[in-house]
């Protein structure tokens, strides 16, 4: 059990002994003893404190490409942790037995405790060049995670956030000069969605896109298109014209879902449905649309934007060329935004 210590800025004190968590967008007020949506913080005495601090409920070396992060040091390896818990009640939540708690589990004997500087050796000793904080939103893990993010930082380690952004502006401004990159889901456009759904909202999510945008943090896209949901062309030009009002250079990575958890009613996403999507992307101004889950159908690939050359080329979670010259087409010499070495 961690107490947030230099993080006590996240939480405000009441006279009443309760106090208000700062730290993901829905602000939980907990009372002696009580714990937030998350689980993972409690009020202990009047303080927020993390039961998960150091407890690794998974611990993963991955390729780069998983998070799906495509403009990030491709081909590399990340080390990827997790805790338990979430902020978020996904009903078609894919790691729903580390995530979809109660408030009774003990959750802090979970996993395998482990300190953050071993956590950097350990990325250090398989050959990571970066750090991964996902499987569950990272940010429910704020203290433990930020702990692991500064000591990599000072190993020359990247550090990574996989997030559904629904984090508050606090958290984006403590977190933002340690994180090298971040994939925000934007798992709709409708706030009934998000609601219905996740159990959440939608405006803090595209709050989380621009701020940390605006931070200098490099920013990928995710939105996993379910049938019968989120699948329709208004819905999916929403998603594409937000993310171009900001930047036409973030990737948005339209992946394919398989029924999971309460969405087994479901059928997978069609394989055309995802190209439908990428074209939408594309006729919005987005430079990068990747239509994941999908190997081998060519729509992974990054062309140059300016004279459409091939600079890199994947299969799946696999770089099969890598043709970039210090981040720049080799073709025409236009610059391709990213996190290149």
Request: charged residues 20%.
């Amino acid at each position: 059990m961690k107490i947030a210590g230099a993080l006590e800025l996240l939480y405000t004190s009441h006279g009443d002994g309760s106090v208000t968590c700062r730290i993901c967008a829905h602000e939980c007020r907990l009372r002696e003893g009580q714990r937030g949506l998350c689980v993972v913080h409690q009020n202990v005495e009047g303080r927020l404190v993390s039961l998960v601090y150091g407890r690794l409920v998974a611990e993963h070396v991955d390729p780069i490409e998983k998070k799906p992060l495509f403009h990030v040091l491709p081909g590399t390896l990340s080390y990827s942790i997790s805790t338990l818990g979430c902020n978020f009640r996904c009903k078609h939540c894919q790691n729903s037995s580390i995530s979809q708690l109660n408030r009774k589990e003990n959750v802090a004997v979970s996993g395998v405790e482990k300190k953050p500087e071993e956590v950097v050796a350990a990325a250090v000793d398989a050959g990571c060049r970066s750090i991964s904080y996902t499987y569950v939103e990272p940010t429910i893990f704020l203290e433990y995670a930020y702990d692991c993010c500064v000591l990599a930082a000072e190993k020359g380690i990247k550090n990574i956030f996989v997030s559904n952004g629904y984090m508050t502006e606090q958290t984006a401004e403590l977190l933002a000069p340690f994180l090298s990159a971040i994939n925000i889901d934007i798992k709709s456009f409708s706030d009934s969605f998000y609601k219905k759904v996740c159990g959440a909202r939608l405006q803090p999510v595209l709050d989380s896109v621009k701020l940390l945008k605006e931070l200098g943090v490099w920013l990928e896209a995710t939105t996993l298109v379910i049938p019968g949901l989120n699948e329709s062309e208004n819905e999916l030009s929403d998603i594409a014209s937000f993310l171009a009002s900001i930047d036409t250079s973030i990737p948005w990575h339209v992946t394919g879902f398989y029924p999971t958890y309460k969405m087994m009613d479901r059928v997978p996403t069609p394989v055309s449905t995802l190209k439908r999507a990428r074209q939408i992307g594309l006729g919005k101004g987005l430079n990068y649309v990747y239509a994941g889950n999908r190997p081998g159908s060519g729509d992974e690939d990054t062309f140059c934007p300016a004279c459409r050359h091939r600079v890199i080329k994947r299969h799946g979670f696999r770089v099969d060329e890598l043709l970039l010259q210090a981040g720049c087409c080799p073709e025409c010499g236009e610059n391709i935004p990213g996190v290149w070495d």
